[in-house]
């Protein structure tokens, strides 16, 4: 598939030489009582590795107790498939960072013809998905079905998010893709804004930190994404509205991020591809809840996560 108009700008986000890279752990994870108990963990035997493990767990159980929450975390150098992980394994609701792999398999399944397509949507359909703010603008003339996907990943427009899924047969046919991907984890039940509602007990709307991470590390390689579409998606990721006080607040200096949020009262997550300078991307994926539900998350919290976790990573 080809956009050369469209990609303009994003060549140094490019990710060719990434097709060598693979997880180091497949992104079908358990979800046994033994792995959601062992808070962290590393694929990486060295003592260097190990130590910066350890490092990494002390600093995110003070911020755990910092913010009064529960965090887990997975990211994974590309280059070598070495990870630092924290309650990786547990599950937690995935909110609006779903719509980063919606929009990947929106882009994987269209041509550019189809992209180019003009789509509507009624009133309705915006006041019921709530956050609406590029939709709300265009009830009336509609927009290119890429410029509704984009809306869904730069300023995570969720009445945008359900046209995307209505164009990859729903949820059900979101979650068949990540099947596709390897992963057996994720459940994708709903739609926007359903999917933020977590019952107790429930896997739905859920997934686990290894598991998306492992996900975004799939859409690196040719075979599950066209660089062509690569390029689009790292680039709508990489100048979002949601993402600045995020993980791209707690990055290195120099280091590009293309992550997409999810947030919702006292959930707050974010996913991203990170691109160290001359060097193989990192994914990570962050996701944390608050102990008490009834209390609004803080984006310092994965700042916080963010620069202690990828510091290791320097």
Same mark, same amino acid.
């Given at each position: 598939?080809? /956009?050369?108009? /469209?990609?303009?700008?994003?060549?140094?986000?490019?990710?060719?030489? *990434?097709?060598?890279?693979?997880?180091?752990?497949?992104?079908?994870?358990?979800?046994?009582?033994?792995?959601?108990? &062992?808070?962290?963990?590393?694929?990486?035997?060295?003592?260097?590795?190990?130590?910066?493990?350890?490092?990494?767990?002390?600093?995110?159980?003070?911020?755990?107790?910092?913010? =009064?929450? /529960?965090?887990?975390?997975?990211?994974?150098?590309?280059?070598?498939?070495?990870?630092?992980?924290? !309650?990786?394994?547990? /599950?937690? @609701?995935?909110?609006?960072?779903?719509?980063?792999?919606?929009?990947?398999?929106? *882009?994987?399944?269209?041509?550019?013809?189809?992209?180019?397509?003009?789509?509507?949507?009624?009133?309705? =359909?915006?006041?019921?998905?709530?956050?609406?703010?590029?939709?709300?603008?265009?009830?009336?003339?509609?927009?290119?079905?890429?410029?509704?996907?984009?809306?869904?990943?730069?300023?995570?427009? #969720?009445?945008?998010?359900?046209?995307?899924?209505?164009?990859?047969?729903?949820?059900?046919?979101?979650? &068949?893709?990540?099947?596709?991907? @390897?992963?057996?984890?994720?459940?994708?039940?709903? !739609?926007?804004?359903?999917? #933020?509602?977590?019952?107790?007990?429930?896997?739905?709307? +859920?997934? +686990?930190?290894?598991?998306?991470?492992?996900?975004?590390?799939?859409?690196?390689?040719?075979?599950? *994404?066209?660089?062509?579409? !690569?390029?689009?998606?790292?680039?709508?990721?990489?100048?979002?509205?949601?993402?600045?006080?995020?993980? !791209?607040? @707690?990055?290195?200096?120099?280091?590009?991020?293309?992550?997409?949020?999810?947030?919702?009262?006292?959930?707050?997550?974010?996913?991203?591809?990170?691109?160290?300078?001359?060097?193989?991307?990192?994914?990570?994926?962050?996701?944390?809840?608050?102990? =008490?539900? #009834?209390?609004?998350?803080?984006?310092?919290?994965?700042?916080?996560?963010?620069?202690?976790? *990828?510091?290791?990573?320097?």
């Amino acid at each position: 598939m080809t /956009r050369t108009s /469209r990609i303009a700008g994003a060549a140094a986000l490019s990710l060719i030489a *990434l097709t060598a890279c693979s997880p180091a752990e497949g992104a079908a994870t358990s979800d046994s009582a033994a792995d959601s108990a &062992s808070a962290g963990s590393t694929s990486q035997a060295s003592p260097t590795a190990a130590i910066a493990q350890a490092e990494v767990d002390s600093a995110i159980a003070d911020i755990e107790k910092k913010y =009064d929450a /529960r965090v887990g975390v997975h990211a994974m150098d590309t280059s070598d498939g070495s990870t630092i992980e924290h !309650r990786s394994k547990e /599950r937690f @609701g995935f909110a609006s960072t779903i719509k980063s792999f919606a929009v990947a398999e929106l *882009l994987a399944r269209t041509t550019p013809a189809e992209l180019d397509e003009h789509v509507t949507w009624t009133k309705e =359909d915006v006041e019921k998905a709530g956050y609406a703010p590029v939709t709300e603008k265009h009830l009336g003339d509609g927009l290119p079905l890429e410029k509704v996907a984009e809306a869904a990943i730069r300023v995570s427009d #969720n009445a945008a998010a359900n046209i995307v899924f209505d164009h990859i047969d729903g949820p059900k046919g979101l979650d &068949s893709a990540l099947e596709d991907l @390897g992963d057996s984890t994720t459940e994708v039940i709903d !739609r926007e804004p359903d999917l #933020n509602t977590i019952d107790p007990g429930s896997a739905d709307n +859920t997934t +686990t930190p290894a598991a998306f991470s492992n996900d975004l590390a799939a859409l690196l390689e040719p075979e599950h *994404l066209s660089d062509e579409d !690569r390029t689009v998606l790292i680039d709508w990721m990489s100048d979002n509205e949601t993402g600045d006080p995020l993980i !791209r607040a @707690g990055a290195p200096a120099g280091w590009k991020v293309a992550d997409k949020s999810g947030h919702a009262d006292a959930l707050r997550n974010d996913v991203a591809v990170v691109f160290p300078p001359k060097r193989d991307p990192i994914v990570i994926a962050i996701m944390t809840e608050n102990n =008490d539900p #009834n209390t609004e998350s803080d984006a310092a919290l994965i700042e916080d996560i963010a620069h202690a976790v *990828l510091g290791a990573f320097e």
